[in-house]
């Protein structure tokens, strides 16, 4: 079997956990970020990484830093900017 393709999802609040659970549930190894470590949706991921999802430069560094194959914008417009960026 292959290696997990990761998905970087830019937020992990309460909204996020739909899309995390379901991204895990068709294989992807689920990455959140956030500048809030204590969010709730952060415990159904498979790890965090600490960033704000309105700064693309440090979202980006993440995305480099982690060999991240897909990135999905929380529910926020800023979060929208960064995930283009990317």
Known sequence: M???KKLLILNGSHSEIPLIKS???IGF?????GNSPKLIGHQY???YC??????????????????IDA???????FGIISA???
């Open 2 to 4: 292959g290696k997990k």
């Open 23 to 25: 991204a895990k549930n």
């Open 29 to 33: 190894y689920v990455i959140t970020s």
């Open 45 to 47: 991921a498979d790890e």
């Open 50 to 67: 600490f960033a704000d999802y309105s700064d693309p430069d440090a979202v980006l560094k993440i995305a480099k830093k982690m060999n």
């Open 71 to 77: 990135v999905c914008s929380c529910c926020n417009d």
């Open 84 to 86: 283009s960026y990317i």
